[in-house]
């Protein structure tokens, strides 16, 4: 059994300071192979499509809040279009996490997609209602569209605004995917069929922060779980290639092993800083180890440094 905090680990050191990391997962998450399997899995409009349909469906106009770090990453799928930057007069700025569109296959029906990663849902740790949040960037993202979408009075050139969360939560057994759509009623008298509006779709993906649960029997849950979680790179890569299907690409491989080096580093840094309180408590090296699993020279290393600046 891996310990409870495995997927936590992940989408907790967003927002946390950990910015390389931060940057990476957004960037995993912004992979057009990712992005199809989302967009099957919430969208109507893609729910009897081929994921490789959805794929060619992705516009170029990818952009995710931070470049990658890596060096020979910077350039993958290079965003042109869509700003993840929202300044509005008077209205202060939102940085996306990841923005871009897609095209309807065989129409010209565009959509515009925002994707976010958030480490939690619950009020008591937001300070906000999740459900909220995603109205809000809704909203403004609707309202960005005049002069850039449609002007003046065009308002049936609005394009569709769909926001979805990707977050974690320790009370749903199999995680869950809600939406927030509008639905117009009949206060009274007929229906004019005047408020059919289809325009704007919030989705909130929530996943399992323990892993010693059963595996999901959502799919996209599932293969988002067995991507964010805190695996080596090869039990990555085999999960996702014989469980999910999707091609290991070069650029795909190379968001994996960035997201996976920068995870291993990360873990390795907590562990010492584990270890050196552990022995400014005076504990002994044995129970050191048995906490943190460092080497027994490494420990003393760091008992080493720690008496020099004493």
């Known amino acids: 059994m891996k310990e409870s905090t495995n997927l936590a680990k992940t989408l907790e050191s967003i927002g946390d300071g ?4 931060d940057s990476n997962v957004k960037n995993l998450l912004a992979d057009k192979q990712i992005l199809s399997r989302i967009l099957k899995y919430t969208l109507d409009e893609f729910k009897d499509m081929e994921l490789h349909e959805i794929t060619k469906c992705i516009c170029s106009d990818i952009v995710v809040e931070s470049q990658f770090l890596d060096a020979g990453l910077s350039n993958l799928e290079k965003v042109q279009g869509s700003a993840t930057e ?11 996490d990841i923005r871009f569109s897609v095209r309807i296959k065989s129409t010209d029906i565009i959509i515009l997609v925002n994707v976010e990663a958030q480490k939690s849902i619950d009020p008591k740790k937001l300070g906000y209602h999740i459900g909220n949040r995603i109205i809000f960037y809704l909203a403004r993202m609707i309202s960005a ?3 850039t979408e449609f002007c003046k009075s065009d308002y049936d050139s609005i394009k569709k605004a769909v926001s979805i969360w990707i977050c974690l939560s320790d009370e749903i057994e ?7 759509e509008m639905q117009p009623s009949v206060l009274y008298g007929k229906d004019t069929g005047m408020l059919s509006v289809d325009l704007m779709e919030g989705y ?20 988002l779980e ?17 469980k999910h299907h999707l091609i290991m690409d070069v650029e795909l491989e190379g968001r994996l ?6 995870s291993e580093r990360i873990e390795e840094t907590t562990k010492e800083e584990i270890a050196i309180g552990m022995i400014r408590e005076n504990l002994s090296d044995e129970v050191i180890q048995r906490v943190t699993k460092l080497p027994l020279a490494r420990i003393a290393e760091l008992r080493e440094q720690e008496m020099c600046l004493a």
């Open 18 to 21: 950990n910015a390389a990391y």
């Open 86 to 96: 929202d300044n509005v007069l008077n209205e202060g700025k939102i940085l996306y």
């Open 145 to 147: 569209e005049k002069e």
């Open 174 to 180: 199999d995680g869950s995917i809600e939406k927030i």
């Open 204 to 223: 909130l993906i929530s996943l399992r922060v323990k892993d010693d649960v059963k595996e999901s029997k959502n799919e996209l849950i599932s293969m």
């Open 226 to 242: 067995d991507l964010l979680n805190q695996d080596s790179l090869a039990e990555k890569k085999s999960k996702l290639i014989e």
């Open 257 to 262: 092993s960035s997201m996976c080096n920068l």
